[in-house]
T-cell receptor
């Protein structure tokens, strides 16, 4: 059974770069897309973007100018960088596995989440 | 962007009773909808995809229905572990993938 373990610095100052990594244990790594999703306090979920084993990415247009998702297939890990953070980026950040196919795109395994707080 | 709206925001239900959660899309999304459960301190769990197909290991008391713009998640007889947040997600028109704001199912 696949498990996703994520980590990263939890407290940032405005204008800094958020950096998170997600390690995947068990199951196939190369056969899937991998995604980042966040949830600001008292709000719904927001899809940030995705990457596959070849490094092909898709991003949420609202965040595209500040986001980079990368992958390290040798370690079964993928990472998120979000630059120029503000208080609006304060959220619980999740990594997740994507089940993507013809007429389907949903998240069947998730990490536990990392709380990121942006405050001066 | 497809906007997903969930109602109610909070649903108070007694154990053993039925819970009916709604999700509305701002445009037709066919049956391209998933539902997730989120309990405090736990990772979100996929419940339903394709609007009505239960994910692996999901109990039969969870069922999904709907197509187009109106969708429903029904929990036929609430168990203690079902008191949680529930989110819908569309994948018909993306990017971006979009989620609803969530419904909290609480003990009445």
């Amino acid at each position: 059974q696949v498990q996703l373990q994520q980590w990263g610095a939890g407290l940032l100052n405005p204008s800094e770069t958020l950096s998170l990594t997600c390690a995947v244990y068990g199951g196939s790594f190369s056969g899937y897309y991998w995604s980042w999703i966040r949830q600001p306090p008292r709000k719904g979920l927001e899809w940030i973007g995705e990457i596959n084993h070849s490094g092909v990415t898709n991003y949420n247009p609202s965040l595209k100018s500040r986001v980079t998702i990368s992958i390290d297939t040798s370690k079964n890990q993928f990472s998120l960088k979000l630059n120029s953070v503000t208080a609006a980026d304060t959220a619980l950040y999740y990594c997740a596995r994507v089940r993507q196919g013809w007429l389907s795109y949903y998240f069947d395994s998730w990490g536990l989440g990392t709380l990121i707080t942006v405050s001066s | 962007e497809v906007v997903m709206t969930q109602s109610p925001v909070t649903l108070s239900v007694s154990p053993g009773e039925r819970a009916t959660l709604s999700c509305r899309a701002s445009q037709s999304i066919s049956s391209d909808l998933a539902w997730y459960q989120k309990r405090p301190g736990q990772a979100p769990r996929l419940l339903i995809y394709g609007a009505s197909t239960r994910a692996t290991g999901i109990p039969a008391r969870f069922s999904g229905s709907g197509s187009g713009t109106e969708f429903t998640l029904t929990i036929s007889s609430l168990q203690s572990e079902d008191f949680a947040f529930y989110y819908c997600q569309q994948y018909h028109n993306w990017p971006p993938i979009t989620f609803g704001g969530g419904t909290k199912v609480e003990i009445k």
